[in-house]
């Protein structure tokens, strides 16, 4: 029975890749893992929750990777927020594993707890996917993204107020500190991913949580997605594609531009003579890659970045608060970091 099953799994890969074929993948993840680089022995991370896009991942990667196989590394990460289900999926991503003879790591969060947001929940997801790399020596992250994601984070991230940066997520080649996050999937719609999954007689696991409207992006998905579709008239998910692609390239070009004036950033101070005269985009950059790890930088409201801004763009002498730690100075033409003294 056990071989049968195998057997099963490993036949449902194949016919998926045909379905789904490696030419269609996102071209820069393509480009990414043709180079020399993308290939060697440090194993690519998977990571696997049992539903159709990350289970159709795994399946098309143990079909690509071949005598390589052994390199693969499942990570499912349990939240733990819906009992017996969340149970259910761990074994089903073991069982999938398990056939597939690929290794799988499992996390379960020891902070789960009824009404824990999004943010919370992906917080501890990839806090664990860190830690499992960290130990493996991977540095590849493979994630099922794909084009209705694209749709509903542009429209989640509309609402609140991001710039290009945020509108050209999610990217299907993406450098977190040391590691690349890659996202082959994106050109293909969820219906086109569950369709091929059907057709080639494969299992997965539905989130049932993912019907309630406590999320955001649920609400996104089941009431707003659908609507503006119709009202489209149109194929709104491709347009969202393509105009991810466009914000990704724009958001590449302004950090090209900020780069050739050198303005200084993070740990350095900020030199605002190089940034006169240029757009306000660049000087929003600036101010960012400068905050970047700074104490304190982080608990900066929307509101105080805006009015820094103003000041850093004005060139006005200015002390501004960064918390309990120090103060945004304005010099001349110099923004510097300062530390605040003991008892000030």
Known sequence: ????????????AVALAARLPRARWHPAVLARIAAPRGRGRAPWAVALSGGADSLSLLLLLWAYRGRDRQALLALHFNHRLRGRASAADERFCRAVCRALHVRLRVGRWAGARTGA????????????????????????LWLGHQQNDIAESILMRLARGSG????????????VGRRVHLRPLLPWKKEEIVAALRTVGAVWREDRSNESGGY??????????????RAAGRDALAGAALARERLEEDDAALE?????????????????????????????????R???????????????????????????????????????????????????????
């Not at 071989?3 to 490993?10: A, D, E, G, L, Y």
């Not at 290009?164 to 450098?175: D, H, I, M």
């Open 164 to 175: 290009t940066a945020g509108l050209a997520a999610p990217r299907p080649v993406q450098t």
């Open 117 to 140: 947001s999004e943010e919370e929940a992906r917080t501890a997801r990839f806090a664990f996917f860190d830690g499992a790399m960290r130990r493996s020596g991977a540095r590849v």
């Open 256 to 288: 090209a531009w900020l780069n050739e004036l050198d303005p200084g950033g993070a740990g350095d101070s900020l030199n605002l003579s190089r940034l006169r005269g240029r757009p306000m985009a660049l000087w929003r950059r600036a101010l960012r």
């Open 290 to 344: 400068w905050l970047t790890g700074l104490p304190g930088a982080a608990d900066l409201s929307r509101q105080g970045f805006e009015d820094l801004l103003a000041a850093v763009a004005a060139g006005r002498p200015t002390r501004r608060s960064l918390g309990r730690t120090g103060f945004a100075v304005i010099r001349g033409n110099r923004l510097v970091y300062e530390r605040r003294r003991a008892g000030s």
């Open 216 to 229: 955001f992006r649920n609400r996104i998905r089941r009431r707003v997605l659908p609507a503006w579709q």
């Open 1 to 12: 029975m056990q071989t049968r099953f195998q057997n099963r799994w490993q036949r449902q």
